[in-house]
């Protein structure tokens, strides 16, 4: 059976919480570059090949097991039920279902108020609107570091890694690239870290995606420092 297939962009948050998730599940797999954003020009998303794979213009998408999947948290959800011993919710299911909302909270009440195309559409002249982004990403880091400290262990619920921690640390990331001040966010800021060194997490990283590139965009130089 061939090796599953990420379609990815070093740059998407969305991509890096899925490949945290295929290196946490110790999944073999192969990457396909989706450049996002281009000067002067559509991103590899508009292009008629990719919108066969995926309608909405997205990434992350996933070719495994002879079927496509689209939306992050959609992936680790099927990674979780098709890959069950490297687990990403915890047995608990009151703790699953924090573990799910935290997810979502990241990924629906924060992430996509700071998509490029988001921004983009909040200015009259199209650029990039980064008190835009830097706004919305502070009033939902206010929310989820008084959730994270009702479910906190080690890391976002608990002691063992979820799938909450997958979506926490492209997030965090985000949030340096808008220049918000993580430390001011002192559980988001300690889990983070914990996070830092593990090898899974080292893998996904951006710095080592094979489209990251030789000089970073001073856009992002906040955020890979």
Known sequence: MSKPLLYSCWMS???WRVRIALHLKQI????????????????DQYSEEFEKINPMKYIPALEIHGHTLIESLSIINY????????RLLPKDI????????ISDV?????????NLKVQKFSRPDGNLNFEWASFWISQGFSSLENILKE?????????????????????VANARRYKIEVSSYPTIARIDKALQDHEAFRKA??????DFP???????ASQFK
């Open 13 to 15: 948050s969305c991509a």
């Open 28 to 43: 073999d797999f192969n990457v396909k570059t989706i450049s996002i954003l281009k000067t002067g020009e559509p991103g």
């Open 79 to 86: 990674l979780e039920e098709a890959y069950p011993k490297r």
């Open 94 to 101: 009151f703790q699953r279902t924090k573990a799910r909302a």
């Open 106 to 114: 990241i990924c629906s009440g924060i992430q996509p108020l700071q």
């Open 151 to 171: 479910s906190t262990g080690d890391y976002c619920v608990g002691n063992e890694i979820t799938m909450a921690d997958c979506c926490l640390v492209p997030q």
């Open 205 to 210: 990283h951006p710095s080592q995606q094979p």
């Open 214 to 220: 030789k000089e970073v965009p001073a856009s992002f």
